[in-house]
Structure formats: structure tokens, C-alpha cells
């Protein structure tokens, strides 16, 4: 067992998305060197680099958790969090793409006036972007605060979305 399944919580034993990250670790050859690389592919999946994810990304390349926020937070590429009180990340990945990822990206920007990689005016959302959650059966996918919903609709997620703005504004 390597270190990274020790700290395996409830969320990453069940989170595909720490599966496919585990998969490049060990690309890798959990390598400390690839620390950049490994981030990279850690923000492609989760959209950005939450808590969790960074002190993961430590314990399976043995690295204190200190060098590896030293570095995700030095690189301006990478995000450590989304700013808005909610997060939505919307999968660009090919499966999500062919099923149009684009238009409810496109949908969001028009209805909601969200652009990917920005938050709200109002601080209330942030929209972000991912390449593969590891859902691609139920694409296209869409992280609504962390939890992963398949099969949405430009309809569906800015519904979801409006339902924020609501709960915010009241
Ligand atoms: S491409 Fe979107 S979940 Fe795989």
C-alpha cells in the first residue's frame, strides 16, 4: 500500500477523478520531480486545486504538504480556489465535448453572464472548466460543489445555476 491510499477518504475512494490522478502519479512513478506535472493534470481534472487535492498529491509523492503548496501557489497557471461562495465546473473533456459541453458553456455565458475561468459579479458563482471527471457514461458532466451530475442540459445547469442566484440575492 502506498502512502497515498492511507490518507484515502470517503470522497477519494469513491471521486473517479482521484483515480485518473492516480493513474498519472504513478506515471510518474511518483517522482517528486514531476510535482508541476502532476498538478497540472490535478487542475485538468478537478478544475482547481482544492485542500484535499494538494495534500493528496504530498502524501503519494511523500512530499510535505508545505512544498507542494509552496509551488501550486508560486505558479500563477495555477488556481487554488474559486472565489465564489459556489462552484461549477463544467467537463470539456472529448466525451463531454461531442455530447455539448460547448453550448452549456456558451449558454452560461449568455443567460447567466459567467465566463469560464471567472466569478460573478455578485461573488456568488465561479465557473471553471475540467478536462475528463472520469464520468465520460454520463456526459456530459457538470461539478456542481463538488458533487458530479451526468447527462445536463444548457437548460439544466443554468436552472441550477439561477437557483444559487436566487439563494444568494434572498
Ligand atoms: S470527458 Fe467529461 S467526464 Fe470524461
Redesign the pocket.
Known amino acids: 500500500m502506498n502512502s497515498a491510499s492511507a490518507v484515502k477518504t470517503k470522497n477519494t475512494a469513491t471521486d473517479k477523478r482521484f483515480k485518473m490522478l492516480d493513474a498519472t502519479i504513478k506515471r510518474y512513478q511518483y517522482q517528486q520531480d514531476a510535482l508541476i506535472e502532476i498538478l497540472h493534470k490535478a487542475q485538468e481534472l478537478f478544475g482547481y486545486l482544492e485542500n484535499d487535492v494538494l495534500v493528496y498529491v504530498a502524501h503519494s509523492l511523500k512530499l510535505p504538504p508545505s512544498r507542494v503548496y509552496g509551488v501550486a501557489t508560486f505558479y500563477h497557471l495555477f488556481s487554488l480556489a474559486p472565489s465564489g461562495v459556489h462552484t461549477c465546473v463544467v ?7 461531442v455530447k455539448g ?1 460547448q453550448a452549456i458553456l456558451t449558454n452560461l455565458e449568455k443567460s447567466a453572464h459567467i465566463h469560464a475561468g471567472e466569478t460573478s459579479a455578485d461573488g456568488q458563482i465561479s465557473l471553471l472548466t ?12 457538470v461539478v456542481f460543489d463538488g458533487t ?1 451530475l ?1 447527462n445536463q442540459t444548457p437548460e439544466s445547469v443554468l436552472d441550477r445555476i439561477k437557483g444559487w442566484l436566487q439563494d444568494g440575492s434572498s
Not at 467537463?91 to 465535448?97: F, L, N, R
Not at 478536462?131 to 458532466?141: E, K
Open positions: 467537463c470539456t473533456g472529448t466525451a463531454c465535448y459541453a475540467a478536462r475528463c471527471l472520469g464520468a465520460c457514461g454520463i456526459a456530459p458532466a458530479v451526468g
